[in-house]
T-cell receptor
């Protein structure tokens, strides 16, 4: 599975968009990009995933570059409840483990 | 939220005692997983199951065993608990389709081994 690189921490003002970057320069053609988050001491929560195209759901948008070597998770209107650790994971279309790195600790402030 | 419960939610035990953690799902998902989370290590896979009685090891399986006799239950057993197994344990479930595999996590069990 390809490795990912994320900034260790980011800040965002409440109500503004939070843009969380992820580099995955060694991603293979069959690997998906997943985003999860973990709010303090809770279980990780699935946010979104994509393969090639940009994706949007009720929680967030995922922008994947054309060469697929990087992606950005966008929370369009961050709230205090979005304060969490965000994990970017790339994984082939297999059925087993997710490799969680250190993630990005996002702090949303008033 | 996916119907996943873990029991117990908190447990304190002594070194050398056996411990069993239970994960129960109501989603009828095929795959179930056990992870542990420690400071500085993120989440690491212990064991997973891809069907009733079908299990496989993850990256940190030593000292742990699992069993899955029913679709809805996945048990994690520490035969003889050690202090290094003090951790937060998360169960997850998934039903892979279309080549991708999103996992849904339970609330976690905090285990302390004295």
């Amino acid at each position: 599975d390809a490795k990912t690189t994320q900034p260790p921490s980011m800040d965002c003002a409440e109500g503004r968009a939070a843009n969380l970057p992820c580099n995955h320069s060694t991603i293979s053609g069959n690997e998906y990009v997943y985003w999860y988050r973990q709010i303090h001491s809770q279980g990780p929560q699935y946010i979104i995933h994509g393969l090639k195209n940009n994706e949007t759901n009720e929680m967030a948008s995922l922008i994947i570059t054309e060469d697929r070597k990087s992606s950005t998770l966008i929370l369009p209107h961050a709230t205090l409840r979005d304060t969490a650790v965000y994990y970017c994971i790339v994984q082939a279309g297999g059925y087993n483990k997710l490799i969680f790195g250190a993630g990005t600790r996002l702090a949303v402030h008033p | 939220d996916a119907g996943i419960t873990q029991s117990p939610r908190h447990k304190v035990t002594e070194t050398g005692t056996p411990v069993t953690l239970r994960c129960h799902q109501t989603e009828n998902h095929r795959y179930m997983y056990w992870y542990r989370q420690d400071p500085g290590h993120g989440l690491r896979l212990i064991h997973y199951s891809y069907g009733v009685k079908d299990t496989d090891k993850g990256e940190v399986s030593d000292g742990y065993s699992v069993s899955r006799s029913k679709t809805e239950d996945f048990l994690l057993t520490l035969e003889s608990a050690t202090s290094s197994q003090t951790s937060v344990y998360f169960c997850a479930i998934s039903n892979p389709t279309g080549g991708y595999n999103e996992q849904f996590f339970g609330p976690g069990t905090r285990l302390t081994v004295l």
